[in-house]
């Protein structure tokens, strides 16, 4: 039986991930390079070293990924303060369809803790969760499963009890090695054949979840 619900943050709960593509590809160009937009899909939702190997590889060894990274960082931050981020349609219903019945919420995110309570307070979300787990708590991140793992044991419910929204590949990976169960929400990225026929559900938008969540509790 469902007891609680993990979200991912960045392209799930918050349309921010078109955000952080802008700011990496103008921040490489600052310092004499080219990411594309497919290279930088790869690493939706995956932890900093998984990244870095996958840049650094792809640019080669010349390629300066921490200080384009701090840029890229400001460059965001300063869209994201002027913008806003926006939360994705449906995600306010969901959040109060999960408070009416009783059901906690947390987050898990590759994102940094202070830049991640910042947005989700942006956002007016921020106090909608009950545990708030982020990349820079764990020592290893998404694709494997310890940042979903602590969340649960914040929240203090079984794993098995537990269902992971997500919209990339790696953090569904990392929510099955967690031994989650999986609903996945696409955002910009593709996501393997193998990874959607391996959640219990991909919908098109948040606003199928409150549904979903209903057939789950009975």
């Not at 594309?36 to 900093?48: K, M, N, Q, V």
């Not at 806003?84 to 999960?98: E, F, I, M, N, Y």
């Not at 764990?138 to 079984?158: M, S």
């Amino acid at each position: 039986m469902l007891r609680a619900v993990i979200f991912d943050v960045d392209g799930t709960l918050l349309d921010t991930e078109r955000i952080y593509i802008h700011a990496w590809q103008q921040s490489a160009r600052q310092f004499g390079f080219t990411l594309t937009r497919e290279l930088l899909l790869r690493t939706r939702g995956a932890s900093l070293e998984f990244g870095r190997a996958l840049l650094e590889q792809a640019l080669g060894e010349g390629f300066c990924f921490e200080a384009v990274r701090m840029e890229r960082i400001r460059i965001a931050e300063e869209i994201i303060r002027t913008e806003s981020p926006v939360c994705k349609p449906g995600v306010r219903q969901t959040l109060d369809a999960l408070h009416r019945t009783g059901v906690p919420a947390a987050v898990a995110t590759s994102t940094n803790l202070p830049l991640t309570r910042t947005h989700l307070a942006l956002s007016e979300i921020l106090d909608d969760f009950s545990a708030i787990v982020t990349g820079d708590q764990v020592a290893h991140g998404k694709p494997e499963p310890d940042i979903f793992l602590l969340a649960a044991e914040r929240l203090g419910i079984a794993p098995e009890a537990c269902l992971v929204v997500e919209d990339s590949e790696s953090g569904l990976q990392a929510a099955e090695a967690a031994g989650m169960q999986r609903v996945l929400i696409p955002d910009l990225g593709p996501v393997s054949e193998t990874a959607r026929q391996s959640c219990l559900a991909v919908l098109d938008s948040m606003q199928a979840l409150p549904p979903l969540l209903r057939r789950l509790r009975t």
